[in-house]
Structure formats: structure tokens, C-alpha cells
């Protein structure tokens, strides 16, 4: 199985500040790679496919980049909505496989 | 408007049996593949089943192959997952998910319903 590696674990982040998150994978998946958010009780939301592709109804101050092993999820300017936790998953292989998550939390 | 409603969790008692149902509606049902998805309780995503639109094409993560089986009932709109010999590692929240590719396996779910919570314990 492909493992997905994301980092950090966990980061602490105000209100309006950058925030990139990175996932890496243990061999290629080309661009098969999208980005999650969920917040506590509540089920996974679609932010980015096939690595760059902004999901339908997503704010555009969410973007993805990277091909290959290497990929980042940027929020450019952080909304108090965004604190959730925010997970990778390749869908090259089977069985897809995600990363352990990045928890955003506020400072 | 795309809506996944699970049934079905509860407590089980290890070597039980459950049968996982997910009903789904806003779409045609038929043309899109369908997942299911776990997380352990204070966990990460995990893999568990997926099959294709047609029901045709299933695979399983390996730690549940022999144990689980995925199946669909397009003329219902309801997805299942039948869940044998269980272990405590299964105790999860299980989520069905509508994959976002029209009559193609992405597997990149769009819509996930609200998940039902399996756990297995003595």
C-alpha cells in the first residue's frame, strides 16, 4: 500500500495568517490526490481533486499544488471556520489510502 | 441536492455479525461508484470497501477481506456493507461516501453521509 505522510500533526494559527500544509506519498501518484476537511462530530468535505482542483462551492482562499510525492494544501488567509482537522488521500493505487491529518487549532 | 443516509451500527460482541445499509438520493444512484470509509474513535481515515456503479467491480482492504462484503441494490439507491466475524479493531464510526466520477471509479468521494458508529465489545 502507498503510504500518504503528512506534516505537521498539528499546528496552532490565528485568524488571517497562511497556513500550508504538506503530504507526501512513498512513491509516485502522479496527480491523484485530494485534500479533506473535517471538523469534530462531523463527517469528511472534498476541498481539492486531482491535487489542484478547487471542489464546487469550496472558498477560493483554498488551494492545492504538487505532483509526484509531494503536495501542499495552502489556506491563504485563515477564517475561524477553517480550525478542523484536514487529511490527504491518494486514489493512484488501491487500496487509497490517507494521511494521519494535520489538526489546525487556534493560537 | 446529494444525500447518504447510514444505518445499522450498534454494539456487537466480538465474531458478531452486522449488516451496514447506506440510502442514497439526489442522484442517479447507478452511475456512480460508492465507498465505505471508517475512523476509529479519536483516529484517521481508513479504506475499508468500495464498489463499482454497476456492482460489478468490489475491492476490500486487506484487513477485512473474508470478513466483509460490499453490495449495492441500484433498484433500491442502497448501498450495504455486510460485516462478519468482528474484531475490537473494527469499533469504528463507518461513513458511505458517492465517489465524484460519472459511470468511472475515482475514488475520491464528494458527498459523505453522517456515518453510524459499530463498536465491538464484550
Known amino acids: 500500500d502507498i503510504q500518504m505522510t503528512q506534516s505537521p500533526s498539528s499546528l496552532s494559527a490565528s485568524v488571517g495568517d497562511r497556513v500550508t500544509i504538506t503530504c507526501r506519498a512513498s512513491q509516485s501518484i502522479s496527480s491523484y490526490l485530494s485534500w479533506y476537511q473535517q471538523k469534530p462530530g462531523k463527517a469528511p468535505k472534498l476541498l481539492i481533486y486531482?491535487?489542484?482542483n478547487l471542489q464546487s462551492g469550496v472558498p477560493s482562499r483554498f488551494s492545492g499544488s504538487g505532483s509526484g510525492t509531494d503536495f501542499t494544501l495552502t489556506i491563504s488567509s485563515l477564517q475561524p471556520e477553517d480550525f478542523a482537522s484536514y487529511y490527504c488521500q491518494q486514489s493512484y493505487t488501491t487500496p487509497p489510502t490517507f494521511g494521519q491529518g494535520t489538526k489546525i487549532e487556534i493560537k | 441536492e446529494v444525500q447518504l443516509l447510514e444505518s445499522g451500527g450498534g454494539l456487537v460482541q466480538p465474531g458478531g455479525s452486522l449488516r451496514l445499509s447506506c440510502a442514497a438520493s439526489g442522484f442517479t444512484f447507478s452511475s456512480y461508484a460508492m465507498s465505505w470509509v471508517r475512523q476509529a474513535p479519536g483516529k484517521g481515515l481508513e479504506w475499508v470497501s468500495a464498489?463499482?456503479?454497476?456492482?460489478?467491480?468490489?475491492y476490500s482492504t486487506d484487513s477485512v477481506k473474508g470478513r466483509f462484503t460490499i453490495s449495492r441494490d441500484n433498484s433500491k439507491n442502497t448501498l450495504y456493507l455486510q460485516m462478519n466475524s468482528l474484531r475490537a479493531e473494527d469499533t469504528a464510526i463507518y461513513y458511505c461516501a458517492k465517489d465524484i466520477g460519472v459511470r468511472v471509479t475515482t475514488d475520491t468521494p464528494d458527498y459523505w453521509g453522517q456515518g453510524t458508529l459499530v463498536t465491538v465489545s464484550s
Open positions: 486531482a491535487a489542484s
Open positions: 464498489i463499482s456503479g454497476s456492482g460489478d467491480i468490489t
